[in-house]
């Protein structure tokens, strides 16, 4: 592990805060223990948590529990680790109040943080650990790095190796946890990244660029690749064609989302399991950690479909953000015809089939979600994300690895993180029906424990009710 990472996941497993101080002895009796690393099922434990760690589990007696100790009857009901959403962009002022909340309630109990100012993201922080904000622990990478014309504004924008450089310098001097790169960075630029990040020790992670050939980032040491950005094109057996096409028109944004819009049918027609087989080889011997984040993906090639704005969730949402949400008012999307729409979907169903390919090939998978990007929830899409998972062909426990046990080993933070075990951090989910037997029972919630702070359903319906009222009451904030 980087010593910066190192750092800021000692952070993440600090004393306990304020917050969880205030119910210091809890006991889960009679409860059945999903053991994670092991796929097995331990029934009849008790679970003694002791300030934010687990202190002792087993088959214990009434008399083994403290006196005073609040006691928590988990018969019929299922314990599994806190999950992660390895993908989200929350830290932005006037957001955390609003959003915060979202993920305890769902038992989303740490998030990757991939693009927000760097205060904002030590403000999270901050107020999550003082107890003034329920939330989720945050690693987190400030600004995205990309190319000299940025998608997005706000982003650290390289024009040359040198300009590459300096930024990694300057964000992991700002107290960035991992550096983000992104999809026009020029290949030079990308690969002085890469370099500089080595020399400083800091991870990069993101997006695979259009100018960088899905393997040599590999090779790179680029940590995570998301969304499956590139991966397609990478499994093409016209590869070399596609990518000269889009590289060569990096410069202007208008011209390279038409030639990647007309390449789609192409990229789909010439895919070549062989060539992808091989490419999930060598992911699999870098220990390349893949972050498919399928809700996404899902929602932007069905976003012509009326029933995602019915979805009951977005009570939760501020109206001025999912109002955004209109394909007609998407730059990326308001000048899609009804055949474009058509392919969308079928480069979808494609990319189910890449997310179970590499699964079978034993490429490692995170669990992300792309919070707050269209009908993308706080919370609530994480366990929508672990149902894709699913049917693109993950069992069951895989998929919940995928958001509790591979997030513990991607930060080589098993020690603390992943598994109910004792020592370990008490980032818990009381569930009332065995996720084992239907993925989509880490929706039926009973409790939450994050940070051994108890919360109990109706102090989740609080955090719920709250959670509305202030999106209903929510303006945007200033620009």
Not at 398 to 407: E, G, I, S, V
Request: charged share 25%; with cysteine.
């Amino acid at each position: 592990m980087s010593p910066l990472v190192r750092f800021a996941i000692a952070a993440l497993l600090a004393a306990p805060s304020v917050q969880a101080q205030s119910d210091s002895s809890i006991v889960i009796s009679n409860i059945t223990v999903i053991d994670v690393e092991s796929g097995q099922r331990r029934p009849g434990m008790s679970v003694v948590i002791s300030g934010n760690r687990i202190a002792q589990i087993g088959r214990l007696r009434r008399s083994d529990f403290a006196q005073g100790a609040r006691i928590v009857d988990g018969s019929g009901k299922f314990l599994i680790p806190g999950l992660w959403d390895m993908h989200v962009h929350t830290a932005y002022p006037g957001m955390l109040n609003v959003m915060s909340p979202l993920y305890t309630a769902n038992g989303v109990t740490a998030v990757r943080e991939m693009f927000g100012t760097i205060a904002a993201i030590k403000s999270w922080r901050d107020a999550v650990t003082s107890g003034a904000l329920a939330g989720p622990r945050v690693v987190g990478a400030g600004h995205i790095l990309d190319g000299p014309k940025p998608i997005w504004p706000g982003s650290a924008a390289a024009a040359t190796p040198a300009d590459g450089r300096r930024i990694v310098d300057s964000l992991k001097k700002a107290g960035a946890d991992f550096i983000k790169v992104y999809s026009l960075l020029p290949r030079d630029v990308y690969l002085a990244i890469a370099d500089e990040a080595k020399k400083q020790h800091i991870w990069f992670e993101g997006h695979v660029p259009e100018a960088v050939d899905f393997r040599e980032a590999s090779n790179a040491g680029q940590r995570t690749m998301e969304h499956l950005t590139g991966m397609p094109i990478a499994c093409s057996s016209r590869e070399a064609e596609f990518r000269a096409a889009r590289t060569g028109a990096l410069g202007d944004q208008q011209a390279w989302r038409r030639i990647a819009t007309e390449q789609g049918p192409l990229i789909r027609d010439s895919y070549d399991a062989k060539k992808c087989a091989d490419l999930f080889a060598l992911l699999k011997k870098n220990n390349s950690w893949q972050v498919p984040t399928l809700v996404v993906n899902r929602n932007m090639a069905y976003l012509d479909d009326p029933s995602l704005g019915t979805d009951a969730r977005l009570k939760y949402i501020p109206k001025w953000l999912s109002s955004g949400w209109d394909p007609k008012t998407d730059f990326r999307l308001k000048d899609r015809t009804s055949d474009q729409w058509r392919g969308a979907k079928k480069t979808y169903d494609l990319q189910l089939q890449i997310v179970g390919e590499m699964y079978r090939a034993g490429v490692p998978i995170l669990a992300g979600t792309d919070v707050l990007n269209p009908y993308c929830l706080p919370g609530f899409s994480l366990h929508d994300e672990l149902e894709y998972l699913v049917k693109a062909g993950l069992t069951r426990i895989d998929a919940l690895r995928a958001a509790t046990l591979n997030p513990a080993r991607f930060f080589e933070a098993t020690d603390s993180l992943g598994t109910i075990a004792p020592k370990k951090l008490a980032d818990l989910l009381l569930l009332d029906a065995d996720p084992l037997a239907d993925i989509r029972n880490t929706t039926r919630i009973s409790a939450v424990l994050a940070n051994g702070r108890l919360y109990d359903r109706a102090a989740i319906d609080k955090l719920l009710t709250d959670a509305e009222k202030l999106a209903a009451g929510s303006t945007p904030p200033p620009q």
